[in-house]
Structure formats: structure tokens, C-alpha cells
């Protein structure tokens, strides 16, 4: 079983920048797929960005592009979300997930999930 243990979140102002990181307990995770998926309140989960197993090739949603980077560290066996120039509609519970898949955006493709981290941006 992996399990999946968030860290980085917190309260910022709009035009912060803050970094996620996820790292699995129990066993590595350079056999998966990861993603960060985020939920905010009211509303549907949605794929926020996606990394290959290897960290070779990335997927972004549209409303993040150019602003967050996703990137993994096989030293550390750690992923992280690197979120820049913060507005206050990217508040929300951030999830990091695996997947055995090579790189996927589809959420149910995602067998493995932290347990999140709240990121709050005030205006």
C-alpha cells in the first residue's frame, strides 16, 4: 500500500508564491504516475497539473500554466508543486496522487491519495 503525505500549505496573499511537497511512507514511488489535484469548497476535483514516472513529461491545466511547475525528485523521493504569482481562486485542498499509469490527467486513473493540504490565498 502507498500512502502519500502532503506538506507545504498555508495562507498567502495574492501574488505569493508557495511549494508543495508530497512524499510516499512506506515504499518508493518511482514506479507511478503522480499528479496534484485541488478541491475547493462548493466545487468539483480537478487535475491541477500531472509528472511521468521518470519526470520527463508534465501536463497543466489551463488555468495554472505558466504559473505552477510540477517536478519530481527521485533523491528524495519527493514531488512538489511549485505555485507562483497566487490568486485567491487557487484556494483549495491540494491533493497529491499516483497512478500506475505512466502520466495521466484522468482523476480515477488515480489509485493512491494524500490526505491534503490547504492552500489559502487572500485578496
Known amino acids: 500500500q502507498l500512502q502519500l503525505v502532503e506538506s507545504g500549505g498555508g495562507l498567502v496573499q495574492a501574488g505569493d508564491s508557495r511549494r508543495l511537497s508530497c512524499a510516499p511512507s512506506?515504499?518508493?514511488?518511482?514506479?507511478?504516475?503522480l499528479g496534484w489535484f485541488r478541491q475547493a469548497p462548493g466545487k468539483e476535483s480537478e487535475l491541477v497539473a500531472a509528472?511521468?514516472?521518470?519526470?520527463?513529461?508534465?501536463a497543466y491545466a489551463d488555468f495554472v500554466k505558466g504559473r505552477f511547475t510540477i517536478s519530481r525528485e527521485s533523491a528524495k523521493n519527493t514531488v512538489y508543486q511549485e505555485m507562483n504569482s497566487l490568486k485567491p481562486e487557487d484556494t483549495a485542498v491540494y491533493y497529491c496522487?499516483?497512478?500506475?499509469?505512466?502520466?495521466?490527467?484522468?482523476?480515477?486513473?488515480?489509485?493512491?491519495w494524500g490526505q491534503g493540504t490547504q492552500v489559502t490565498v487572500s485578496s
Open positions: 496522487a499516483a497512478s500506475a499509469t505512466y502520466i495521466t490527467r484522468v482523476q480515477h486513473e488515480y489509485s493512491y
Open positions: 512506506g515504499r518508493p514511488f518511482s514506479g507511478y504516475g
Open positions: 509528472i511521468s514516472r521518470g519526470g520527463g513529461v508534465t
